[in-house]
């Protein structure tokens, strides 16, 4: 049973490019959420996806970011004209359904912006 | 919103002693405590959870308890061993919704 895909799980990029981050949930789960860890510091919520639809992105920055998970396909996180603070861990989580509490953790995507 | 804070930041124990770490939550509404442990390079991977209804609850070495009247949870390791050390997080959530993570407790079982 697969888990939670992620990729690319390195991404470098200079300032000024763009970054897309790649989520596949687990197998019949159709709930994505998307974390954000800097170092030395615990996960920070960003955005709460269903299929088509953005339900929660309370913590997604107001500027450059952007989520979504089609029908079909992945979900993707966008990050536009990075900067050097974007540098951090980018971690997927999946849920079954919106009453299941367990959300479980992809590998996550280490972004470098040099 | 949430506000979860988790001590200590780091904890050093002798292979076979037991661990704790222990976590605050703000919000009465949270309703389901997770942890998580996380090795270098790696994704959380989620170790033992509870929720609001229940007291206490066990997995071999592990424990969790709860005490919602003073809004603390507790992790504890018993027998510790080497491959113990990681980082472990916990997290606040009202089900179904966005987790709340503490900053993390560094966790070192000496040999």
């Known amino acids: 049973n697969a888990g939670v895909m992620q990729n690319p799980r390195h991404l470098v990029r200079r300032r000024g490019q763009e970054a897309r981050l790649r989520c596949s949930p687990m197998?019949?789960?159709?709930?994505v959420y998307w974390y954000r860890q800097l170092p030395e510091e615990g996960l920070k919520f960003m955005v709460y996806l269903q299929k088509e639809n953005i339900i929660d992105e309370s913590g997604m920055p107001k500027e450059r970011f952007s989520a979504e998970f089609p029908k079909e396909g992945p979900s993707i996180l966008r990050i536009q004209q990075v900067v050097r603070g974007d540098s951090a861990a980018y971690f997927c989580?999946?849920?079954?359904?919106?009453?299941?509490?367990?959300?479980?953790f992809g590998p996550g995507t280490r972004l470098t912006v040099t | 919103g949430e506000n979860v804070e988790q001590h200590p930041s780091t904890l050093s124990v002798q292979e076979g002693d037991s661990a704790v770490i222990k976590c605050t939550y703000s919000?009465?509404?949270?309703?389901?405590f997770p942890w998580y442990k996380q090795e270098l390079g790696k994704g959380p991977q989620l170790i033992i959870d509870i929720r609001s209804n229940v007291g206490e609850k066990k997995d071999q070495r592990i424990a969790v308890t709860l005490n919602k009247t003073a809004k603390h949870f507790s992790l504890h390791i018993t027998e510790t061993q080497p491959e113990d050390s990681a980082v472990y997080f916990c997290a606040a959530s009202q089900g179904g919704n966005q987790f709340y993570f503490g900053t993390g407790t560094s966790l070192t079982v000496i040999p």
């Open positions: 989580a999946s849920s079954l359904r919106d009453s299941s509490y367990e959300q479980y």
């Open positions: 197998k019949g789960h159709s709930h």
């Open positions: 919000d009465s509404a949270s309703n389901y």
